[in-house]
């Protein structure tokens, strides 16, 4: 049986948790003290930069980075021609500083780098997503398929979209009425309508519109037709959750939904705290023996298998497929449960055998087939390494849960503390070099301290021997962790 849970009886995270039965498939953990999710916020903004040859321009939308808007997902209407002639009516150069021009987040900005936006803007609904500015698009969820797909095909025409507007029907969308569909259509018309006045009346930069309903927005992006049961565990949304399905008139969904009463918490009671753990982890362990190891960094995802104590099978070729089929199972539910998005690299066990590779390719194209992000897979090099796309759909568990180490300032490690004291060695005899300098003081951990003062001490006294005018001077310091210091110069 599938289930949604939602776990709400802390004040500062409500954590929803997809399970077929007692295995997590799916994750999504909302936190009152993280930033507030910016992707799909509409802003009104400013052109502050040009760049020809990134053909691009950087946009100022009221955040602390510009955003990044590329030529292609620049409206025509924006680009005005210089003279009549139609092969310079989508040309950069037709773009201006200061250029007010609306806005809706692709992607949130990650690191250093700025947020993705687009002027493509697109509203989601509960059956349909409409896009008031790209009337090229009339699609289909590619989730919905045989005969429910011809029928929402000759729906669409019905539907009467306004003229130079498109839609994308949405996976709940399958199985609904015209009725229900042009309700749904309506609604976001009137919202449309909402946000092109205030887009009219607000002076850039500025936000013009942002879902601020978590339970809404998680309702559009995780609720699917195939969930058997729906529990709440926090009276309050419980009430808003049906009060809200009542609206929509979604009744087979209403009747769904039950709250929770047991003494045992609602994630303990069916056993998926541990699972929930799990994706905090570097390591996850495999029934088999082996092992996977998750590293993120800015560039890309890297993940590598180990076989580790899997030792089972008979020769090393089917010890190596039978890992990587087992481990491509696991990856599927993490990239999902972590929403690991953006480039991803999975280093497989060595394999000698072509057609074991494409067991490998073929199966993770399957296993990947029913996520709701758009992946791109690629073939296993012959090093072993398998290159894929997860789409970015909203920041993932680790960007969302985690802040930087202030001890390695995100890097992971930290300098031992013999190279770090040698190092500081190095850098008070540069300064000692220097003219006019009087006095160093190095303000240092007391472990560097000791090491520094104890086994290190002729060599300070060597420095300042040859340099006689300057004094140098370890001051240690609990409240400062390897590898910080502070050096501190004293001038004539």
């Known amino acids: 049986m599938k289930r949604m849970l939602i776990n709400a009886t802390q004040k500062e995270e409500i954590r929803i948790a997809l399970v077929n039965g007692q295995k997590l498939y799916d994750l999504n953990i909302e936190n009152s003290k993280n930033k507030k999710k910016k992707k799909s916020n509409i802003y009104k903004g400013k052109i502050t930069r040009i760049e020809q040859s990134l053909e691009a321009v950087f946009v100022n939308y009221g955040e602390n980075k510009n955003g990044f808007l590329p030529i292609k997902e620049i409206s025509c209407k924006y680009i005005k021609k210089k003279n009549n002639n139609s092969e310079n009516s989508n040309n950069i150069s037709n773009l201006y500083k200061g250029q007010e021009i609306t806005v809706q987040i692709n992607k949130e900005e990650r690191g250093n780098k700025g947020a993705f936006l687009t002027t493509y803007i697109s509203l989601i609904g509960n059956y349909l997503i409409l896009m008031p500015n790209n009337p090229k698009i009339e699609g289909i969820s590619k989730k919905i398929e045989g005969t429910s797909r011809l029928k929402i095909k000759n729906i669409i025409p019905l539907l009467n979209i306004p003229k130079g507007m498109g839609v994308i029907i949405r996976t709940l969308g399958a199985d609904k009425s015209i009725k229900a569909l042009k309700w749904d259509l309506s609604l976001i018309l009137k919202h449309w309508k909402y946000i092109k006045k205030k887009i009219k009346k607000k002076k850039a930069p500025y936000l013009i519109y942002q879902e601020n309903n978590i339970l809404i927005r998680i309702f559009k992006n995780y609720l699917q037709p195939n969930i058997d049961q729906i529990i709440i565990d926090n009276k309050k949304i419980y009430k808003r959750i049906k009060k809200y399905l009542y609206k929509l008139r979604e009744f087979i969904l209403y009747k769904k939904?039950?709250?929770?009463?047991?003494?045992?918490?609602?994630?303990?009671?069916?056993?998926?705290?541990?699972?929930?753990?799990?994706?905090?982890?570097?390591?996850?362990?495999?029934?088999?023996?082996?092992?996977?190891?998750i590293e993120i960094t800015e560039a890309l995802t890297a993940i590598d298998i180990n076989s580790s104590k899997n030792n089972k099978s008979i020769d090393i070729e089917t010890t190596a497929l039978n890992t990587n089929l087992e481990a491509i199972k696991e990856i599927t539910k993490q990239l999902k449960i972590r929403n690991i998005g953006g480039l991803i690299v999975i280093d497989f066990i060595d394999m000698l055998l072509k057609e074991n590779k494409k067991i490998i390719v073929n199966k993770l194209k399957k296993t990947t087939k029913k996520d709701k992000a758009k992946i791109q897979i690629g073939s296993i090099s012959k090093f072993g390494l398998l290159e894929m796309s997860r789409q970015r759909i909203n920041s993932s568990l680790r960007d969302s849960n985690y802040s930087k180490c202030y001890k390695c300032d995100g890097n992971g490690i930290i300098r031992n503390s013999e190279s770090l004291s040698l190092s500081i060695l190095r850098i008070i005899e540069e300064e000692s070099l220097k003219k006019n300098i009087t006095k160093i003081k190095i303000v240092v951990p007391i472990k560097i301290a000791s090491y520094l003062l104890n086994k290190k001490r002729n060599n300070i006294y060597n420095i300042e021997k040859k340099n006689k005018k300057i004094k140098i001077i370890i001051l240690p310091n609990k409240k400062i962790n390897i590898p910080k210091y502070i050096i501190i110069k004293t001038k004539k």
């Open 257 to 293: 939904i039950t709250f929770y009463k047991r003494k045992i918490p609602l994630f303990s009671y069916f056993q998926i705290e541990s699972q929930i753990e799990l994706a905090f982890n570097k390591q996850i362990r495999l029934p088999s023996g082996g092992i996977i190891i």
